[in-house]
């Protein structure tokens, strides 16, 4: 019977990683920004300066760290045009295309709940 209680109290030294899918997802949507950048581009291919008009509070940094986290992930793609100054244009990948549902679902929650 004693062997029984310290089995299932067993706690490992180190934590055990278990592959969560919402896990996953979260760690590619990281960050406050990432969901209204997201919001922002499901409208269409954006400039940085739209971007950062359209998102209220967000400083140029955290523009553009958001964007190159989203871009490293294969949310958003990033397109540069050499015109003087040099253009450049984010728009939605097919990967982040296929989060809209998740935009709606969210939606949806606030205006129920908030």
Not at 18 to 38: D, P, Q, R
Not at 54 to 64: D, F, V
Not at 67 to 88: A, I, K, S
Request: hydrophobic share 40%; net charge positive.
């Amino acid at each position: 019977m004693k062997a029984a209680n310290s089995a299932s109290n067993y706690i490992p030294k180190n934590p055990v990683s278990i592959e969560c899918n919402i896990e996953k997802t979260l760690e590619v949507l990281a960050g406050k920004w990432a969901f209204l950048v997201l919001r922002e581009l499901q409208g269409g291919t954006k400039r940085f300066g739209e971007l950062q008009r359209n998102i209220e509070g967000i400083s140029p940094r955290a523009l553009t760290s958001t964007l190159r986290h989203l871009e490293d992930h294969g949310v958003l793609e990033r397109c540069v045009f050499p015109t003087v100054p040099v253009t450049v244009e984010y728009t939605l990948t097919p990967k982040g295309a296929d989060l809209h549902q998740i935009l709606h679902e969210m939606k949806l929650w606030s205006a129920k709940w908030t």
